[in-house]
């Protein structure tokens, strides 16, 4: 199993900045796959950012070039500092990790979410 724990949410004016932070409870060499979703009122969760295979980090389009996500491997904690925001970046952050047991079974963990709140 890995617990995650997200922190850094809070309000913000558009034009400003916030860093999500993500604990995990293991090491982040054994999770295969790490990411962040969020999810507006009324819409569905979406991707926002993952570390896809090799070192490769994948972000939507809607927050390329705004939005960074990074590691620590030495405190199992990935990040997403998050530059220029909108109003349209509203919304509940969570963090994901994808585990794959034997090869085969997929195991997916979320964390509770952080609100992010942009105004205008």
């Known amino acids: 199993q890995v617990q995650l724990v997200e922190s850094g949410g809070g309000l913000v004016q558009a034009g400003g900045s916030l860093r999500l932070s993500c604990a995990a409870s293991?090491?982040?060499?054994?999770?295969?796959?790490m990411g962040w979703y969020r999810q507006a009122p009324g819409k569905q969760r979406e991707l926002v950012a993952a570390?896809?295979?090799?070192?490769?980090?994948d972000y939507s389009d809607s927050v390329k070039g705004r939005f960074t996500m990074s590691r620590d491997n030495a405190k199992n904690t990935v990040y997403l500092q998050m530059n220029s925001l909108k109003p349209e970046d509203t919304a509940v952050y969570y963090c994901?990790?994808?585990?794959?047991?034997?090869?085969?079974?997929?195991?997916?963990?979320w964390g509770q979410g952080t609100q992010v709140t942009v105004s205008s």
């Open positions: 994901n990790a994808v585990v794959v047991v034997g090869g085969i079974e997929s195991q997916s963990y």
């Open positions: 293991r090491s982040l060499f054994s999770i295969n796959a």
């Open positions: 570390f896809t295979s090799g070192s490769r980090t």
